[in-house]
């Protein structure tokens, strides 16, 4: 076996465990594939004997291209039109199946993400999802092991307050989904309205491209007013298709040739969150199964 066999079957070994550590820390899936492309560019040039543990080095080649691209993302971020969310994706099964994972790729738990500095970002993904020592996280963010340790501290206090408590089942956002559904096809407000948790938050991402939320709509009462206003319009212009979305349920809705993507995150058999994605450019991913590992 030549030493480009042997680098690019290492490569493809561990690929999708490399997109998912560039996809967690920028929330973007187009972005984490120019990640593995450029990451795939700096390992061909790498001495491979040189090399002790090959997994724990490509990380390290990822997490720094990741850790670039997070700069060029937020000037992005700053002159984006309405709320920005991450850039939903299709899933295989086997990422609901690892509850850790389907948690730390959901929509709620990336926004949370959102608010880390991209250095707490990429120490609390590799030490809290992927469980990194903290001398291989030390060599890939460029600190020491001690500095390390008192970042991942910081981001996991920071995460802890913030996160969304509990971890609904699949039943239940089920459930939420079909209410919203139902509320669009028959005109039931009332029954996604008892649905809604007295803080839940709504976000639509439509880019300036799309009519979406310019504002996160905050409280079932705005929200319900919200809901009202708009569902209606929808009634029999729509068709729906059941997704696992980020390794949540979730739904794909079709209009008009269009697509978007509703996404919930539900605590006490209540929704208090509430993702719209509907600009085109973030709906390349829903189309087919993105792999994912740990």
Excluded: C
């Excluded at 066999?5 to 929330?27: C, P």
């Excluded at 990451?39 to 080649?61: F, G, H, K, M, N």
């Excluded at 501290?153 to 089920?174: D, F, L, M, Q």
Aim: proline share 5%.
């Amino acid at each position: 076996m030549t030493v480009t066999e042997t680098a690019t079957d290492t490569f493809v070994a561990h690929r999708n465990l490399l997109f998912t550590v560039a996809y967690e820390m920028l929330g973007s899936a187009a972005d984490a594939e120019d990640v593995l492309q450029e990451t795939w560019l700096r390992w061909t040039r790498v001495d491979l004997d040189s090399v002790r543990d090959r997994r724990a080095y490509l990380v390290r080649i990822a997490t720094r291209q990741a850790l670039t691209h997070m700069r060029t993302l937020g000037r992005r971020k700053e002159t984006y039109i309405g709320p920005w969310l991450p850039e939903p994706l299709l899933t295989a099964p086997d990422v609901a199946e690892d509850v850790e994972l389907a948690d730390s790729v959901s929509m709620a738990m990336l926004l949370v993400m959102e608010t880390l500095t991209p250095t707490e970002r990429a120490v609390f993904v590799l030490r809290e999802v992927f469980d990194l020592d903290y001398g291989e996280i030390a060599e890939a963010v460029d600190k020491t092991p001690a500095a390390v340790r008192q970042i991942a501290h910081r981001a996991r206090n920071h995460v802890a307050a913030r996160r969304p408590r509990g971890i609904a089942s699949a039943a239940e956002t089920r459930e939420a989904l079909a209410a919203f559904q139902r509320a669009i096809e028959t005109g039931d407000l009332q029954g996604l309205l008892d649905m809604l948790a007295p803080d839940v938050v709504a976000l639509g991402d439509g880019g300036g491209v799309r009519q979406a939320f310019l504002e996160p709509i905050v409280g079932a009462g705005a929200l319900g007013t919200a809901l009202s206003q708009g569902l209606p319009q929808l009634r029999g212009r729509v068709a729906f298709e059941p997704a696992q979305i980020n390794g949540a349920p979730a739904l794909l809705v079709h209009s008009d040739g269009e697509v978007s993507v509703i996404a919930m995150h539900v605590q006490d058999g209540l929704i208090s969150g509430l993702y719209i994605v509907r600009n085109p450019e973030k709906l390349s991913h829903v189309g087919q199964e993105t792999p994912m590992s740990r």
